[in-house]
Structures are given as C-alpha cells and as structure tokens.
C-alpha cells in the first residue's frame, strides 16, 4: 500500500490551497480515507475524513466551514480543498486510510505534504 | 470532548531495558484505542489497535493493554530502533483524537 500527498506549499493568510492524495496497492472505494496534520513539534492532529463512498464526511470542529474533503475513486485519490487558511493551519498534511470494518484507527500514511501560511 | 494525556512526556532508557507509555483518558472509553511510533521526518506508524492488538509487521516485543480510561503500550525489551516518539489516538462517535506524545530518547 503506497499513498502519496501532494499540492502543498507556502499560502498568505485568508488563501487557498487543493491538497491531493494519490493511493495505490488498495482497494481505494472500499476504505475510509482521512486527512491528519501535524504542525512542527507538536502531536498528530486529525483534520477530516470521508467514506469510501464519499457520501459521508466527518471534520475536525476546527477547519468545519473551511475545508471540504472529498474522493474520486475512479482515480483513487483523495482530495482536501482549504479556503481561508489561517497561520494556525501551517502543518504538515498526512493522508491515510482508516481500518476497514469501523474506521477506528489510521492503517497506512503518506508521506506528508508541507502547508505553510505565512504573510 | 474526551481529552488523551499520555506519561511521561519523555523517557529515557537504555536499550534492552522495559518501558511503558501511559495514555489516560478523560473519562471512560470504549477500546477503540490505537498506539502510533513516529520517528523525526516520517509518518506516524500504526503498532497496536483496539488496545492490544498487535498490527502486522510489528515486533512482538511490543504490546498494548488496558480499558476504562487507562491504558498502556509496553516494549518488553528497547532496541536501537525503538527510539522515536509514540503516540495514543483515540475514536468515539466520528473524531479521532492523538495524545501529546511520549518521547523515548537514549540514557
């Protein structure tokens, strides 16, 4: 199982930014996938998450209004939209799948992706 | 919300030595508990789920117990690689909530 995040980069406060999560050596419809970020020095944070059929997602109080997660399965991928990013938001960005049976806990992450929101 | 503190917030020990990470809840949880090792520049590792199973590829020499609002990771015998910094997640009701951390570092 290999995921693979990209789209990060350096933002000013109040922009936006598409985060995308490419995922391979799974059967990408049938997982649950989430989005975890991780600001320096500080523990893992969840973000959002969304079904593998994508009709349900879950989000952090935090980023609820701000960031949108959604999925194309047909491209096994994994998207995070964020509009009116703050400093707060700057983090390293984790994608990964959620256990299969009751989404529990996180099995595989990518490698992270970088988001910085800085003026 | 259900807060997850982990103790100590950094250990330090020697290799071959048996170490514990502490993670307590706010209040009483079900087992939908999960331990994570990450190590600096990486993602975070699965290790344990559902408080004490053992993730595949993981070494026996680390197992996960508890219930309620207590539970622990324990790595029976420290090895070189072991040094790194672990966390507990916790899940309830569709949130995910990581502890602060337990860092394990050299003596």
């Known amino acids: 199982v290999e995921m693979e995040e990209s789209g990060g980069s350096v933002v000013h406060p109040g922009g936006s930014l598409r985060l995308s999560c490419a995922a391979s050596g799974i059967q990408f419809g049938s997982y649950a996938m989430s989005w975890v970020r991780q600001a320096p020095g500080q523990g893992p944070e969840w973000v959002a998450t969304?079904?593998?059929?994508?009709?349900?997602?879950y989000y952090a109080d935090f980023v609820r209004g701000r960031f949108t997660v959604s999925r194309d399965n047909s491209k096994n991928t994994l998207y995070l939209q964020m509009n009116s990013l703050r400093a707060g938001d700057t983090a390293t960005y984790y994608c990964?799948?959620?256990?299969?049976?009751?989404?529990?806990?996180?099995?595989?992450w990518g490698p992270g992706t970088p988001v910085t929101v800085s003026s | 919300d259900i807060q997850m503190t982990q103790s100590p917030s950094t250990l330090s020990a020697s290799v071959g030595d048996r170490v514990t990470i502490t993670c307590r809840a706010s209040q009483t949880i079900s087992g939908f508990l999960a331990w994570y090792q990450q190590k600096p520049g990486k993602a975070p590792k699965l290790l344990i789920y559902?408080?004490?199973n053992i993730e595949d590829g993981v070494p026996s020499r680390f197992s996960g117990s508890g219930s309620g609002t207590d539970f622990t990771l324990t790595i029976s015998s420290l090895q070189p690689e072991d040094f790194a910094t672990y966390y507990c997640?916790?899940?309830?009701?569709?949130?995910?909530?990581f502890g602060q951390g337990t860092r394990v570092e050299i003596k």
């Open positions: 997640q916790h899940y309830d009701n569709y949130q995910w909530t």
């Open positions: 990964a799948n959620n256990n299969w049976n009751d989404m529990s806990y996180f099995n595989h």
């Open positions: 559902k408080a004490s």
């Open positions: 969304i079904s593998g059929t994508g009709f349900n997602t």
